[in-house]
Structures are given as C-alpha cells and as structure tokens.
C-alpha cells in the first residue's frame, strides 16, 4: 500500500496584489488560497483589523468546513528593534514611499504546527 505524500506549498504574495482590494475581498482572497492548504507568505502586513476579522472568520469556519482547523498568523517587522529616531526615519521613508517592510505568514493549523516569534526571526513549524 503506497501512502500519498502531500507536498508543502508556499503562495507568495507581493501586497501590491491585495492593496487596492477592499478589506473584506483583502480577507475572502486570502482565505480562498488558505483554504486550498496552501501556506501565505505576504510581502507587508493586515491591519490589525484584518488580522482580527480574518482570524474571526477561520473561528467560524472550524466545524463547518471538513478538516478545517483554523489558522496561524504571525508577522514580523523591521524595525522592532530600532531606536526613538531611527522608528521616526524608517516611519516617514515607509510613508513617502509606500514600502511594506514586514513579512506576514498564514498558513492552515492543519499544516503550520507552531510560530514561534522574537524581535528578530520567525521560526515556523511545519507538521
């Protein structure tokens, strides 16, 4: 009896692709790609609010959708470990030129073990 085995699939996502996107199609095209099990690396981050109604939706979903368990979210910036002045430069260079310096990982609880998060790397546990 051979086993099947499944294949680990990273979708990266430059923001550009979901930034003139309404927040609630931002969430319905993220979770269209989680729901598929593929795991999202997003160049730049949600807002908090995103983040919440994202994570709202998955709650909502585990039970009613077959081997769905939810999701995990992490994020990690540049910057989290910069001086009062140099937040201050990084904060108006990011807003004159638009750039998403954060790294956001998504992924389905049925493949993303664990994140393990400190100032300066992500670590993501795969099952």
Do not use: C, W
Request: glycine share 8%; proline share 2%; no cysteine.
């Amino acid at each position: 009896m051979a086993k099947k085995i499944k294949g680990l699939t990273l979708h990266f996502m430059p923001y550009s692709e979901i930034a003139r996107l309404e927040s609630v199609e931002r969430i319905k095209k993220l979770l269209k790609i989680i729901l598929s099990n593929k795991v999202v690396v997003l160049q730049g981050r949600l807002s908090s609010e995103e983040e919440t109604r994202l994570i709202e939706d998955t709650m909502i979903m585990v039970g009613n959708i077959k081997g769905f368990k939810g999701v995990e979210l992490a994020v990690i910036e540049q910057g989290d470990d910069l001086t009062a002045i140099q937040k201050l430069r990084f904060g108006i260079a990011k807003a004159i030129t638009g750039q998403q310096n954060a790294l956001t990982i998504i992924g389905p609880a049925t493949i993303v073990k664990e994140m393990k998060r400190n100032p300066k790397k992500l670590e993501v546990m795969m099952r």
